[in-house]
């Protein structure tokens, strides 16, 4: 996790100099390395530049341009808490939302009239192989597809209004710190 990532940082500056001090460059990127292993398991942007820099000037409480281990860790936990929340509201969209409302809505659009008369006119079509006919009129089939689309949908909306939420609160947490 981050705080793996930062003590890692922190062990290899130990091996390099006597100064256990992080800079804002070499914070940002391993932020950024992080989030690189992050997408990994779901797709999420990292902060921005400026969105770090204010975080760090907020974290540097001495002001001397660099973070001593307290206050890395502390900026490590404000950062844990916004990333968690963006994986945890990305799992939940993907394994829970998205496909339980995929089935409500091809159980809902099965016999509505339009689904009829498109299932009869392309099952009518020449140039329509009849394998591919009985797989895209396959009701599983048609869940999964609805529940890609949702998730792609549905994962960046809900991800984006729950880093609003989280982007406002380190905005305050920052001011605090």
């Known amino acids: 996790g981050i705080m793996d990532e930062v003590d890692n940082l922190l062990e290899q500056k130990r091996l390099l100099k006597e100064d256990t ?5 070499e914070f940002y990127k391993t932020v950024l390395e992080l989030y690189v292993k992050i997408n990994r398991h779901a797709p999420l942007l990292p902060p921005s530049e400026a969105q770090m820099k204010l975080l760090f000037h ?3 409480k001495n002001h001397n341009g660099k973070l001593s281990v307290d206050e890395c860790d502390e900026l490590c936990r404000i950062g844990l808490a916004r990333l968690i ?10 394994l829970v939302l998205a496909p ?12 509505m009239p ?15 192989p009849q ?6 009129f396959n009701e599983k089939a048609w869940i999964i597809w609805v529940a ?7 994962g960046s909306i809900f991800v ?11 905005v305050q947490i920052s001011n605090n710190l």
């Open 160 to 170: 984006r209004l729950v880093t609003l939420v989280y982007d406002e609160i380190l």
């Open 100 to 111: 339980y409302i995929a089935l409500k809505t091809v159980q809902h659009s099965t016999g």
């Open 21 to 25: 001090d992080i800079s804002f460059d």
């Open 131 to 136: 394998k591919l006919e009985s797989f895209a």
């Open 58 to 60: 907020h974290a540097d």
């Open 114 to 128: 339009w689904v009829m008369y498109t299932r009869q006119a392309l099952t009518e079509c020449w140039w329509v």
């Open 148 to 154: 890609m689309f949702y998730s792609s949908c549905f």
């Open 85 to 94: 929340g963006r994986v945890v509201t990305r799992k939940l969209v993907n």
